[in-house]
């Protein structure tokens, strides 16, 4: 403290003494309360920053992604033509295919994604099947078919009908030797519509102990 500055004393009333509490409390807040607002501002404005900064970079990796898939693509086509050529297959019977190379170190898998549909034919070849299953629950053993039956045919999350307990409804079907239950089965299957969603890029690598290891090629998995 500087020699020309003195302390000094200041009698107070309790009634003063609460008053300057108060007001002391009161500034501590509203210091608080600035500080806590000028660190959600620079929060605010840091991610305002990144976010400009990185979606640039996401754009230009996602043109890059896209470019890389459609040259791939393009590059095995004539290899997928000569494909069905030599081992006489019909190329849209076929949703995937896998090439490896000589060595057998290296392969790429090439495809769709193909999402399970039915036309609303499907509905009549479901009731048929439902009809005919659910009269034969007269006995503990029926009973467990008809359970059996009716999980085929529940639908997933979407509403669906998954195509493959449907080939297992067909065998079931085939060893009942009933012919209504194969006609419901049969228009089920014959309102059968995939729907082929998005062609798909897969390629892996054997490490040195011979198991293979995908090479990723999206966000989630480098």
């Given at each position: 403290?500087?020699?020309?500055e ?25 210091e ?15 991610v ?14 996602s043109?890059?992604i896209?470019?890389?898939k ?6 095995f086509k004539s290899?997928?033509?000569m ?30 994604y193909?999402?399970d ?21 007269d006995?503990?053993?029926t009973?467990s078919?008809?359970s ?5 045919l529940?639908r ?5 009908l998954?195509?493959s307990?449907i080939?297992?409804l ?9 012919d ?9 299957e014959?309102?059968?519509?995939p729907?082929v ?7 892996e ?7 293979w ?7 989630t998995?480098?």
């Amino acid at each position: 403290m500087a020699q020309n500055e003195k302390k000094q004393t200041v009698e107070m009333t309790a009634e003063e003494k609460a008053q300057f509490d108060a007001f002391r409390r009161e500034k501590a807040k509203k210091e608080a309360e600035a500080r806590a607002k000028a660190e959600r501002e620079t929060y605010r404005q840091m991610v305002d920053d990144e976010v400009n900064s990185a979606i640039p970079v996401l754009l230009s990796l996602s043109e890059d992604i896209k470019e890389t898939k459609k040259a791939v693509l393009e590059n095995f086509k004539s290899i997928l033509d000569m494909k069905c050529e030599v081992l006489k297959v019909v190329k849209d019977d076929q949703r995937s295919h896998t090439f490896t190379n000589s060595e057998g170190d290296k392969r790429v898998m090439l495809g769709v994604y193909v999402t399970d549909g039915y036309r609303d034919t499907v509905e009549e070849g479901i009731t048929i099947v439902k009809e005919y299953i659910e009269s034969l629950a007269d006995n503990e053993k029926t009973k467990s078919l008809v359970s059996m039956v009716l999980k085929l045919l529940s639908r997933d999350s979407k509403g669906t009908l998954k195509a493959s307990r449907i080939v297992q409804l067909r065998k079931i079907a085939e060893d009942s030797n009933n012919d209504r239950f194969l006609e419901g089965v049969r228009i089920i299957e014959e309102a059968y519509q995939p729907a082929v969603s998005k062609q798909f890029i897969r390629a892996e690598i054997r490490d040195k102990n011979g198991m293979w290891v995908s090479i990723p090629l999206g966000m989630t998995e480098a």
